[in-house]
């Protein structure tokens, strides 16, 4: 039985074949001087207004570590492919480059530099799949998640995605993204040895029929969690459920004890919890809190909330951990300035923005402007604007103490504050934040089209 | 930094909190019965007239590895959740059940149970989340991936998703489940380390950039890999790059090599490849394979080769690899039987069948004609009928031979020829496939029923 673990040893593996064949090729040419290569995302998803920025971390580790083994290099040298002399450079290949990113937890719009990768060529180049892979991901999940936790206001979201995830990173990985975007929580328990993240749990179905009568479930669980009962209450029917946990709630009472929630699961949440509430409230269990779940999005937050639910705690599985309405982000990783200066792609109409970059955001009274994309050595655009993109690595080792996943969620959540009401609302309209480029930048872009079209 | 891997030793880890509590009330009240647990899909996904069943080698391994490392152990015990006496539990923890399965590379529809856990109630309780994690996602990929090689006919697929999968694992589980429903191979270099399965890959278009012209860039990549070059033509001009790649195809021919192939990844690539096709064959090079990538998915596959594109082999990128028109595979896990007997699930109308089942599959004519799902012990229903559950671990351990990667995909494709016709239509009104359940079973499920109406 073979699984197929991701390792530190084997991870640089982890990309496709034709990166390393171009670095064979680059090796053998001796082509490798320095270049700049930018990750951004040409327009942003379709129902997305935003993007959070995440994954950072995982990409600083992963630059930091990539180590081509001894069984990695064998595996490549079985593949017939590749020259003895690369492989001999595999051996002791160390990315030794300079990184600039926007923080994990800013908001980034598209064709932005988020990342922005100065290296020798080859090693810009063998890192791409992975850095993409990692950011992609993790920049779409918190990206959704901000839609559900700014839709869900001052109620709590909590991660329920771990059963429909794309497999095990994915898994712990949206644990990590959606609790940087403002979830409070995640069912994930590896997610909360991996990342500190608090877990959070109830009970399943199984678990209330694994017992004669509701009553009696309800019961035990209290009796062995005192501290930490939320008892599922549609098993059967939410309203005798209600009456069920109320019992048991009365029974903790007297034991010192505090029901900590009721969760209901199906139905029409609007209605029952405002039932549930009012019958808890009848019985001054106001403190018992009400968790709703059952393949909740944004939309139906929105919704339950214009309809009145009652609810504390909103947990969000599948539709937040596959980004259901938006499940891929398609950030890219471009060339943008080589020893022969800066460069641009023009294939197919897509233009790449040339040359080191800097992105300027312009603030007044606290809400986002515009953002300005210039040149790396053009002077702020405006005493409003401050610049996005940090220095994180310098000759392939991280320079800042970075932040813990608290404080990155913290900075994630004071971000929220500055956006412009028309980028929270996830109906209606596609609403464009304004993104502008610089001058400078535009006529080196201009002059450098003129050139290629010259050129061909 | 901290990447936040998964590892054998945590991955017992990787399960939903209330798992571990309901597990830990168990085991305080004393219930750890025998029970039964069936893994299925209640409903199809938009889009999807049939299943592939995928990932259950993961699962065995999973099974047959989970530990609860004593790291583990102090992690839970931090949370001040658990009792000692079930932290002390799962120090010797081991799964002991029985798993039958449907094998991988079948194909199944809703309802039918996929694996089916027969263990004591702690164990198969906590097993439930990685199990879905790694069943929905793989199944939902080579269920995806049969659409694309189906449609795609005699022409090859490769995966090329691995910067848009939903992080790293999911990259290498895509990797595998479609190249297990057909895919001739992956770029993705790790995937063909720990899978055996062939990596494939040509050129970036910051290749081509690096050199001082399209030309050039060919020569020196035709230079340093003889044997496995394949050119992408559509960096500046696909028919000035068809071109070049017709010169470098004669020069390497005079070495005494063969042009692999050309790849176009961008513009109408129904006129592009005709176009190419034609100029290749009037240069005698029919031996050049034209490889035609680009966010292609089933559907754009069938316009292409309807528009009579010429491709040999198509890439298939993000669609593939997050299965775009269907991101996530509702696959469940419910409690079948217990100590009680056959057990239903009714809350919300959604009923399990229960008892311990097998599903019969009749075939006539080399044609599926219909699926019966029976109690075990029921005889075949039809003598043109096999059972597709198959035995594959007793008492924690796994009891057959664990049949290849190689041999997995041959039987999948195996499969597809006993597809009906409508199945395999990727477009139009939802087919159903006729699954029917036996009289006895479906006696017992309104007996069951009844029964619980009375209960409540």
Known sequence: MNFGFLT????????????????????????????????????????????????????????????????????????????????????????????????????????????????????????????????????????????????????????????????????IKTARASFIAGCVGTSNVLAGRLYGIPVIGTMAHSYVMSFPNELESFRTFAEHFPENTVLL????????????????????????????????????????????????????????????????NEYKIEELLEKGAKADVFGVGTEMGVSKDAPSLGGVYKLVEDKGGPKIKLSTGKITLPGKKQVWRVVKDGIMIEDII??????????????????????????IDYPSISKIREFCISNYSKLPEEAKKIRGEKWDYPVKVSNKLRRMTEKLEKMIHYHQ
């Open 8 to 171: 530190p040893e084997n991870m640089a593996l982890l990309t496709d074949l034709y990166e390393l064949t171009m670095a064979d090729s680059y090796y053998r040419a001796g082509i490798n001087d320095f270049t700049t290569f930018d990750l951004f995302v040409r327009e942003l998803p379709e129902n997305r207004n935003f993007l959070v920025s995440c994954g950072l971390e995982q990409i600083l580790y992963y630059l930091e570590n990539i180590r081509f083994s001894k069984d990695a290099i064998e595996y490549l040298r079985s593949l017939k492919i590749f020259s003895e002399e690369f492989l001999g450079y595999l051996k002791d290949f160390r990315f030794g480059g300079e990184v600039w990113a926007i923080p994990e937890g800013e908001i980034y719009f598209n064709q932005e530099p988020v990342i922005r990768v100065t290296a020798r060529r080859i090693e810009a180049q063998i890192i791409e799949t992975f850095l993409l892979n990692i950011f992609n991901f993790q920049s779409m999940i918190a990206s959704k998640s901000a839609r559900v936790v700014l839709t869900a206001k001052d109620k709590s979201v909590v991660d329920f995605s771990a059963r429909r995830d794309h497999s095990t990173d994915a898994s």
């Open 233 to 296: 209450i549609d098993t059967y029917d939410v309203i005798e459920g209600a009456k069920n946990a109320i019992i048991v709630a009365k029974e903790m009472e007297k034991r010192g004890y505090r029901l900590r929630g009721v969760r209901i699961d199906s139905g029409d949440l609007a209605e029952l919890s405002k039932k549930v509430r009012k019958m808890l409230d009848e019985e001054n269990l106001n403190y018992v809190r009400i968790v709703l779940s059952g393949d909740l």
């Open 374 to 399: 210039c040149l790396e050595d053009e002077p702020p655009p405006s005493k409003d604007a401050y610049p996005l993109l940090v220095k994180v690595m310098d000759r392939g080792k991280v320079i």
